[in-house]
């Protein structure tokens, strides 16, 4: 993977994740989602039968499979302090799995590119935080 140590330690110390997929028509979806990130994978889901009814898993099982995710933070506002980390991704097919939440099906995200912000926590000075860009590997195996 080609997250930095910072961006490892930031991702696994969120718990929430705003999820993008658009529709077969076209229409995009934005939902919070709790996340579980392992390394290689991003892994939203859950238990419970209705889980695989969601928007989100009826869009990539109709083959939408292009995915974004943001995680990100406010730290403060005075001063202003904000951070986080969006990924492009390609969504898998749900699988059966133990993740956070105990037994439940689960999409697989794998991260393409993405980008991080502020991952330090610093206020901001005259301009936006600069962001910086990482284009990801492909897993092998």
């Not at 997929?21 to 892994?43: I, N």
């Not at 928007?55 to 499979?65: I, M, Y």
């Not at 502020?118 to 195996?141: C, F, K, M, Q």
């Amino acid at each position: 993977m080609s997250f930095t140590e910072e961006a490892l330690a930031y991702l696994r110390s969120q718990p929430i994740a705003r999820m993008a997929t658009h529709s077969a028509d076209g229409q995009p979806d934005v939902v919070p989602v709790a996340f579980e990130f392992d390394g290689t994978y991003f892994w939203v889901g859950g238990s419970g039968s209705t889980v695989v009814d969601t928007r989100k898993f009826r869009n990539v099982r109709a083959g939408n499979h292009k995915v974004a995710l943001v995680i990100d933070d406010m730290v403060s506002f005075e001063p202003f302090v904000a951070r986080g980390v969006r990924i492009y991704g390609h969504a898998e097919q749900p699988y059966e799995r133990v993740g956070m939440v105990g037994p439940g099906i689960f999409i697989r995200i794998t991260p393409v590119v993405s980008w991080s912000w502020n991952l330090a926590g610093e206020p901001i000075g005259d301009t936006w935080y600069e962001s910086r860009r990482t284009v990801h590997r492909a897993p092998t195996g």
